[in-house]
């Protein structure tokens, strides 16, 4: 099988097993809006953030390090799992340790228990899928992704829909699904025969850890440049707008389901063809198909955001949600950029240049924080929007420089500028059916016109890579 079939194949497993299960926990943002109001829809955004902030500096980023040595055949699994169990036992106790610091933000005091045993499993779960995932277990991966998400479905609307527990049922069906999938896969995969103290390599361990701490202030980094606005907009400007600005992420998130299934196997991918003669090549073919495939996902999704908003956005609890759709066509395209990101980011990882990743993560960060002070209490939502969208635009522009220092590949900037172009416009067009504004009236009608010729003018420029690349995974 050739790369590229390889690549498609596993994309296509991952696709099955996760893109459903995707779908799944995104439709739950109806069950959210009915349930929660947009301030406590905020308080579980916030949750949600902290427990993402908290969980690679509770594991030390150790998933990293387990795809990345546990995939390379110059390095025995049974110490890199062994290595990785220390490091997250470690760890969770300082963090069991140190926990009652979480009390000072007075928003979660109530829920710190909760986010506890919500950082705790889902540390257990990502050691117990990941190390599957290097063992090339990539079905077992792939149907772990649809029953952890249905038991999470399961649980959400015993506890948050029929029961009415609110943030407290978000949270247990959290702590639930994440316990259930990482002990089953731990059992079925068998990862118990691979964990013995003798196992324990304290050079290999060393490596591992200077390739994965970088990782954790990149990744906070990466978490404050999403989630910043939130905490800016709740305290510049009101909970509920906050609240209303966490829904209208939930669309733009598609995009980054896409890619985080096609992530999973690029990485795989990217990791087998490290030393290859032609890596520059396979770079070249899979990012243009790559960019070529989001920037069309991301065209349709700006193209259908009323319809998906009065969909997936329920505004009988709270009225304030009605103008959600107003704020996600622009976060769509920053959802675009920090998929581009990602893909650069990969790089890194396969040379094992993790530290330039912490760099242009602390400059998107910084960026982000500085925007938001500036332009929230003067544009509220809309200012929040255009910082986040600022600051992963400049992690690409840094990147995509930076990176092919490594691994020099061809980029087409000039189709890339295009695309950014056209989804802007497209992007302006929403704008235009905002009801508040007498201005727009007449015009509104006109607007599915432009839109609709924004996606033939995307999908003409974008046709090429994808059937160029069709064609390198059907070639016999």
């Given at each position: 099988?050739?790369?590229?079939?390889?690549?498609?194949?596993?994309?296509?497993?991952?696709?099955?097993?996760?893109?459903?299960?995707?779908?799944?926990?995104?439709?739950?943002?109806?069950?959210?809006?009915a349930?929660?109001?947009?301030g406590?829809?905020?308080?579980?955004?916030?949750?949600?953030?902290?427990?993402?902030?908290?969980?690679?500096?509770?594991?030390?980023?150790?998933?990293?390090?387990?795809?990345?040595?546990?995939?390379?055949?110059?390095?025995?699994?049974?110490?890199?799992?062994?290595?990785?169990?220390?490091?997250m036992?470690?760890?969770?106790?300082?963090?069991?340790?140190?926990?009652?610091?979480?009390?000072?933000?007075?928003?979660?005091?109530?829920?710190?228990?909760?986010?506890?045993?919500?950082?705790?499993?889902?540390?257990?779960?990502?050691?117990?899928?990941?190390?599957?995932?290097?063992?090339?277990?990539?079905?077992?991966?792939?149907?772990?992704?649809?029953?952890?998400?249905?038991?999470?479905?399961?649980?959400?609307?015993?506890?948050?829909?029929?029961?009415?527990?609110?943030?407290?049922?978000?949270?247990?069906?959290?702590?639930?699904?994440?316990?259930?999938?990482?002990?089953?896969?731990?059992?079925?995969?068998?990862?118990?025969?691979?964990?013995?103290?003798?196992?324990?390599?304290?050079?290999?361990?060393?490596?591992?850890?200077?390739?994965?701490?970088?990782?954790?202030?990149?990744?906070?980094?990466?978490?404050i440049?999403?989630?910043?606005?939130?905490?800016?907009?709740?305290?510049?400007?009101?909970?509920?707008?906050?609240?209303?600005?966490?829904?209208?992420?939930?669309?733009?998130?598609?995009?980054s389901?896409?890619?985080?299934?096609f992530?999973?196997?690029?990485?795989?991918?990217?990791?087998?063809?490290?030393?290859?003669?032609d890596?520059?090549?396979?770079?070249?073919?899979?990012?243009?198909?790559?960019?070529?495939?989001?920037?069309?996902?991301?065209?349709?999704?700006?193209?259908?955001?009323?319809?998906?908003?009065?969909?997936?956005?329920?505004?009988?609890?709270?009225?304030?949600?009605?103008?959600?759709?107003?704020?996600?066509?622009?976060?769509?395209?920053?959802?675009?950029?920090?998929?581009?990101?990602?893909?650069?980011?990969?790089?890194?990882?396969v040379?094992?240049?993790?530290?330039?990743?912490?760099?242009?993560?602390?400059?998107?960060?910084?960026?982000?924080?500085?925007?938001?002070?500036?332009?929230?209490?003067?544009?509220?939502?809309?200012?929040?929007?255009i910082?986040?969208?600022?600051?992963?635009f400049?992690?690409?522009?840094i990147?995509?420089t930076?990176?092919?220092?490594?691994v020099?590949?061809?980029?087409?900037?000039?189709?890339?500028?295009?695309?950014?172009?056209?989804?802007?416009?497209?992007?302006?067009a929403?704008?235009?059916?905002?009801?508040?504004?007498?201005?727009n009236?007449?015009?509104?009608?006109?607007?599915?016109?432009?839109?609709?010729?924004?996606?033939?003018?995307?999908?003409?420029?974008?046709?090429?890579?994808?059937?160029e690349?069709?064609?390198?995974?059907?070639?016999?």
């Amino acid at each position: 099988m050739n790369k590229y079939k390889k690549l498609a194949a596993n994309t296509a497993v991952f696709a099955i097993g996760g893109f459903g299960s995707k779908i799944l926990a995104f439709l739950l943002t109806r069950l959210y809006t009915a349930n929660l109001e947009s301030g406590q829809f905020n308080v579980k955004e916030i949750l949600e953030m902290c427990a993402n902030l908290l969980i690679p500096m509770v594991s030390f980023s150790v998933a990293d390090a387990i795809i990345r040595y546990g995939l390379d055949k110059n390095y025995d699994r049974e110490s890199v799992f062994s290595n990785a169990v220390t490091v997250m036992i470690c760890g969770g106790g300082a963090f069991v340790l140190l926990s009652p610091l979480l009390c000072l933000y007075g928003d979660i005091r109530s829920y710190v228990p909760l986010l506890i045993l919500y950082v705790l499993c889902s540390c257990f779960r990502q050691l117990s899928t990941q190390f599957a995932r290097a063992r090339n277990f990539v079905r077992l991966y792939a149907a772990d992704g649809i029953f952890c998400t249905l038991v999470f479905l399961l649980f959400n609307m015993m506890l948050v829909g029929w029961l009415k527990l609110g943030i407290t049922g978000f949270m247990l069906s959290n702590i639930c699904s994440d316990l259930i999938s990482g002990m089953t896969v731990w059992w079925i995969a068998g990862h118990k025969r691979f964990l013995a103290k003798q196992y324990i390599d304290r050079e290999l361990l060393s490596v591992m850890l200077r390739f994965s701490l970088p990782l954790i202030p990149a990744a906070v980094l990466w978490l404050i440049t999403g989630f910043s606005d939130r905490i800016f907009l709740r305290h510049m400007v009101s909970e509920s707008d906050a609240g209303v600005y966490g829904a209208a992420t939930k669309i733009p998130n598609l995009i980054s389901m896409v890619s985080s299934i096609f992530y999973q196997a690029w990485n795989m991918s990217a990791i087998a063809e490290n030393d290859s003669r032609d890596r520059s090549k396979f770079y070249t073919t899979v990012y243009e198909a790559y960019q070529a495939m989001l920037v069309l996902a991301s065209g349709v999704i700006i193209a259908l955001d009323r319809p998906l908003s009065n969909i997936l956005i329920k505004t009988s609890k709270d009225a304030a949600y009605e103008r959600a759709y107003l704020y996600t066509p622009v976060l769509v395209i920053a959802v675009l950029m920090m998929c581009f990101d990602q893909f650069l980011s990969s790089i890194y990882t396969v040379t094992k240049h993790t530290k330039n990743s912490l760099w242009s993560s602390l400059a998107a960060a910084v960026l982000n924080l500085l925007l938001n002070a500036l332009l929230i209490p003067k544009y509220g939502v809309h200012g929040a929007i255009i910082a986040t969208f600022s600051s992963y635009f400049v992690c690409y522009l840094i990147r995509i420089t930076d990176t092919r220092r490594f691994v020099p590949f061809r980029v087409q900037h000039g189709r890339f500028a295009a695309n950014l172009g056209i989804l802007l416009a497209m992007c302006y067009a929403i704008q235009r059916t905002d009801p508040m504004n007498p201005a727009n009236q007449h015009i509104r009608f006109v607007v599915p016109v432009w839109l609709a010729l924004g996606l033939v003018v995307l999908a003409a420029l974008n046709f090429r890579p994808l059937v160029e690349t069709a064609k390198k995974i059907l070639k016999r």
